[in-house]
T-cell receptor, first 117, second 113 residues
Framework: GENVEQHPSTLSVQEGDSAVIKCTYS??????FPWYKQELGKRPQLIID?????GEKKDQRIAVTLNKTAKHFSLHITETQPEDSAVYFC????????????????FGQGTILTVHP | KAGVTQTPRYLIKTRGQQVTLSCSPI?????VSWYQQTPGQGLQFLFE???????NKGNFPGRFSGRQFSNSRSEMNVSTLELGDSALYLCASSLGVGRETQYFGPGTRLLVL
């Protein structure tokens, strides 16, 4: 099955700096990679996602890059703000065997991002 | 549209008891996935239901089970509770057609004493 490793486990930055979180996955057939943000006591919420036919996607201060050959993808947050402080999870979608469209998400262990004012 | 809802939000049980958690997906979503979230293990996939059928199952013991009703609402049950079952249980709903966004509920926090 799929295995997703996420680094670093904690990340501390100053307001205005950039933050980068990296994930690697094991199953070369994985083809969908979402990122979720979970604030303390709240539910995980999707912030950006990328599919395997795209190498990069950007949404304002957030961008995700995907390297299928190396099987890793990264989240980039620029001009960080204190409200970006949260736990970030990467995930990889693994389709079930047999060419089906359905499957499941495997999550990384999470990164605690702290943005200091 | 209303978001994913879960009940109850908090639950305290003792070892050996059983518990049932409920999840109502977003209207029109037919897939419900369940996850266990703990500080040490992160988000771990339990199982997924689509059109009242379990399509996927994670690596959890048989004490963890679930079902889905015709209105797509889902329940999960944990029997013979153990201390290690203390966790936040999250459900997520989606259309169920493939690589798509999963929308999470607020979770049920279960404490086993």
């Amino acid at each position: 099955g799929e295995n997703v490793e996420q680094h670093p486990s904690t990340l501390s930055v100053q307001e205005g700096d950039s933050a980068v979180i990296k994930c690697t996955y094991s199953d070369s057939a994985s083809n969908y990679f979402p990122w979720y943000k979970q604030e303390l006591g709240k539910r995980p919420q999707l912030i950006i996602d990328i599919r395997s036919n795209v190498g990069e996607k950007k949404d304002q201060r957030i961008a995700v890059t995907l390297n299928k050959t190396a099987k890793h993808f990264s989240l980039h947050i620029t001009e960080t703000q204190p409200e970006d402080s949260a736990v970030y999870f990467c995930a990889a979608w693994e389709s079930n065997a047999g060419g089906t469209s359905y499957g499941k998400l495997t999550f990384g262990q999470g990164t605690i991002l702290t943005v200091h004012p | 549209k209303a978001g994913v809802t879960q009940t109850p939000r908090y639950l305290i049980k003792t070892r050996g008891q059983q518990v049932t958690l409920s999840c109502s997906p977003i209207s029109g979503h037919r897939s419900v996935s369940w996850y266990q979230q703990t500080p040490g293990q992160g988000l771990q996939f339990l199982f997924e239901y689509f059109s009242e059928t379990q399509r996927n199952k994670g690596n959890f013991p048989g004490r963890f089970s679930g079902r889905q009703f015709s209105n797509s609402r889902s329940e999960m049950n944990v029997s013979t509770l153990e201390l290690g079952d203390s966790a936040l249980y999250l459900c997520a709903s989606s259309l169920g057609v493939g690589r798509e966004t999963q929308y999470f509920g607020p979770g049920t926090r279960l404490l086993v004493l």
